[in-house]
């Protein structure tokens, strides 16, 4: 169990999904994982996807930064959905973190406080 709004959520998960699928081939393997920490749950989205650099990473969250990338089928992202997943995530007292390697895909994870 854990503290947070679920339609927040919610949205924060199938955002992160949906960004995984559009980053990734047909035949790539998306995971979703939850691990245990002592004060929260760790949310996990991990792909073998696209992957991203170094700058195109420090400016995921920031909405002053125009950010447009192309997905496998051409799909169109303004990166809007990561502001807003990080908005969410702060407002239910976790934080969220990216990591990648271009060409060889992207880790999302993201904390939630466990209920008390």
Excluded: W
């Excluded at 995530?89 to 993201?110: A, D, P, Q, R």
């Amino acid at each position: 169990m854990v503290y947070a709004d679920p339609d927040m959520m919610r949205t924060i998960i199938r955002n992160l999904l949906t960004n995984a699928i559009k980053f990734t081939k047909n035949d790539g393997v998306i995971k979703l994982d939850a691990i245990e920490e002592s004060r929260n749950y760790k949310i996990i989205v991990s792909d073998c996807g696209m992957g991203m650099d170094t700058q195109t990473i420090k400016n995921l969250f920031r909405i002053d930064t125009a950010h447009k990338s192309i997905g496998t089928s051409n799909e169109i992202g303004t990166g809007l959905g990561l502001i807003i997943c990080k908005e969410f995530v702060e407002k239910n007292g976790g934080h969220i973190n990216v990591t990648s390697k271009l060409g060889k895909g992207s880790k999302f994870s993201f904390t939630v406080p466990k209920f008390s």
